[in-house]
């Protein structure tokens, strides 16, 4: 019988980690400073960036992990995670969005249907959430309760509909605890979360758009206005 991690244990090893490991920052910095010197055109080079900083951001958790000595629980068709809110901001929602236009048109078409119909069988729950004032320490709670299932989830096979470029929260939530507590509790203790993260990457992120904007060019990106306009992702994607 596979043994997990008890709560203690993991409250244990992230402790020992925040005192032991130190975040490759510089990682961050020179890959948007390597896409910054390329020839790529701007929009090509946004892009690129962001995957980037999203496989960079995996690698650290993956370098955390090793340090901790975890293994995440979570399993392919595990998808509790994905009835937690999502909030992003504009510059996020629109690299996305480049993202999946890049997708071949088969897959575009897919989550295209998926999103509409998702609006219409939730389109009741998604008016009421929007109206949750999101700074009360109890709106994730409120949120749960709703049982929503994230807008880029397929409900029937539970897998993500577009995993490679999810959101900063959705890779940075991690169980390595018995997957039950997921599915028997709203709000778990157990699951760790590295949204910490988020610091580095937006960092780099908004390093390089400045750069951009002080040469007079930062592509579909609307420096700095777009990181700072903050939405649920299912509000950023229905049209």
């Known amino acids: 019988m596979e043994q997990y991690l008890t709560l203690e244990e993991i409250k244990t090893r992230c402790m020992e980690l925040s005192e032991r490991y130190v975040i490759e920052e510089d990682k961050f910095y020179d ?17 690129a960036s962001y995957k980037g900083l999203l496989e960079l951001i995996n690698g650290e958790i993956n370098s955390m992990e090793k340090l901790m000595d975890v293994k995440p629980s979570c399993q392919m068709g595990c998808a509790f995670c994905c009835y937690f809110p999502i909030i992003i901001n504009e510059l996020e929602a629109k690299l996305m969005k480049a993202s999946i236009e890049e997708m071949p048109l088969e897959r575009q078409e897919e989550i295209d249907h998926h ?21 009360d320490d109890s709106f994730k709670f409120e949120y749960r309760k709703n049982n929503l299932p994230c807008v880029m989830l397929n409900t029937e096979t539970n897998q993500c509909l577009a995993y490679e470029i999810r959101p900063l929260p959705c890779r940075t939530y991690v169980n390595y605890a018995n997957p039950t507590v997921c599915q028997d509790k709203l709000m778990p203790e157990e699951p760790v979360s590295f949204e910490f993260l988020y610091e580095q990457y937006m960092g780099a992120l908004n390093e390089f758009l400045q750069s951009l904007y002080e040469e007079g060019d930062s592509g579909f990106v609307k420096y700095p206005d777009d990181m700072y306009r903050e939405k649920y992702l299912f509000e950023w994607l229905i049209k």
């Not at 890959?31 to 946004?46: A, F, G, N, R, S």
């Not at 119909?117 to 389109?123: E, F, G, L, V």
């Open 31 to 47: 890959l948007v400073e390597h896409y910054t010197m390329t020839d790529l055109p701007i929009d090509q080079k946004l892009l």
């Open 115 to 135: 999103i509409r119909n998702y609006y219409k069988k939730y389109k009741r729950v998604l008016l009421q959430l929007k109206n949750i004032e999101k700074e």
